[in-house]
């Protein structure tokens, strides 16, 4: 299938895709803020630089984006133009979010991970039970937990 916008559109279109501060990730932020937590952001000491850190807890929090890091979910669809660069890319964002949050556990960090799908589109969560099983994590001591939208 060929692209329906000249190579230089499609450039800044995607040049405009966030990787940080994004909706997702500032909804949660707000939140948690909110609710009292205080937290780091994007600390580049931590593999892969989690988009939030608390510290007094030893957590990390990793709001992904679900198409860019492969998720199973509504929100996902590989792309069928460049089908091998697509390929390339989102597999190895896949396999180095592995990579970030096994050295983080190794390391003696717990991890949650938000899936944009809790937050946005069809099979969202209210915000407010994404926060309370954020909170309810926190507090809980687990290794890890995942939040991603109804299914």
């Known amino acids: 299938m060929v692209d329906i916008v000249s190579p230089a559109t499609r450039s800044r279109m995607m040049s405009g895709i966030r990787g940080k501060d994004t909706k997702p990730e500032t909804l949660l932020r707000k939140a948690l803020h909110k609710a009292g937590l205080r937290y780091r ?13 608390l ?15 492969m ?14 660069f697509w390929r390339d890319k989102i597999t190895g964002n896949a ?12 390391q003696g960090w717990r991890v949650l991970t938000v899936w944009e799908c809790a937050l946005k589109g069809r099979a969202k969560r209210p915000l ?3 926060l309370r099983d954020s909170l309810d994590w926190i507090g809980s001591g687990r290794a890890e ?6 299914e």
């Open 41 to 53: 952001l994007h600390v580049a000491r931590l593999p892969g630089k989690p988009d939030l850190v």
């Open 145 to 150: 937990m995942e939040i991603r939208g109804y």
């Open 71 to 84: 998720h199973d979910c509504h929100l996902f669809k590989w792309p069928t133009t460049r089908t091998d």
């Open 55 to 69: 510290p007094r807890y030893k957590a990390a929090i990793l709001v992904h984006g679900c198409f860019w890091h």
């Open 95 to 106: 396999a180095r979010d592995a990579r970030n949050e096994a050295e983080l556990k190794r």
């Open 128 to 130: 407010d039970q994404v």
